[in-house]
Structures are given as C-alpha cells and as structure tokens.
Nanobody
Framework: VQLQASGGGLAQAGGSLRLSCAAS????????MGWFRQAPGKEREFVAA????????LYEDSVKGRFTVSRDNAKITVNLQMNSLKPEDTAVYYC???????????????????WGQGTLVTVSS
C-alpha cells in the first residue's frame, strides 16, 4: 500500500484548502483512512478519520465544524476539506490507512501500518 498526499500550500486565515490522498492497492477500499498533522516543534496529532464505508467519521475538537473528511472508494482516495483556516492549522498533514477504524481514530491502541509522505499547509494571519 502506498499513499500520496497532495493539495497543501499557503492560505490566508479564514481561507480554504482541500487535501487529497490517493492510495494504491484495492485493499485500501476496505480500510479506514485518516488525516494527522504535525506542527513545528510539536508531536503528530490526529485530525480526522473515516471508516471504510464512509458511514463513520471522527474529528479532533479544534477542527470540528471547519474540516470535512470524505472518501471515494472507486478512486481509493480520501479528502480533507479545510475551511475557516487558522494560523494554528499550520502543519505538515499526513494521510494514513489501516484495517482498524478505532486505531485510526485514536479510540484504540495499535499501530497504523501505512502513511503518506505529508503535505505542508501554511496559514498566514
């Protein structure tokens, strides 16, 4: 499984960006997918997760109501629509996938097996 994230860039506060992550391997259509981010000098943190079917989603509190995660299993992609961006959203964003939605969503301990390379999002004030 390989993941390729794209869509990062520079946005002004209050603006929007859309991240996409394309996955190779049909198995990913049966996997949960998620987005994580790591700001400079900080640990990587969970942002959003979506179940294999797309029926369940979960968001980190600070992005609720501003970010929307979605997936297209025909194209094996996961997207993150980011609206009302804030300077504190500045980070490298990573997509990830694995067979366990609870692990992807941070609801259970475990290893997330597959990670993308990251895409930088910079939000200016």
């Amino acid at each position: 499984v390989q993941l390729q994230a794209s869509g990062g860039g520079l946005a002004q506060a209050g603006g929007s960006l859309r991240l996409s992550c394309a996955a190779s391997g049909r198995a990913v259509s049966n996997y949960a997918m998620g987005w994580f981010r790591q700001a400079p000098g900080k640990e990587r943190e969970f942002v959003a997760a979506i179940s294999a079917s797309g029926d369940s989603t979960l968001y980190e509190d600070s992005v609720k109501g501003r970010f929307t995660v979605s997936r297209d299993n025909a194209k094996i992609t996961v997207n993150l629509q980011m609206n009302s961006l804030k300077p504190e959203d500045t980070a490298v964003y990573y997509c990830a996938t694995g067979p366990s939605y609870p692990i992807i969503a941070g609801q259970a301990r475990g290893v997330i097996p597959y990670w993308g390379q990251g895409t930088l999002v910079t939000v200016s004030s």
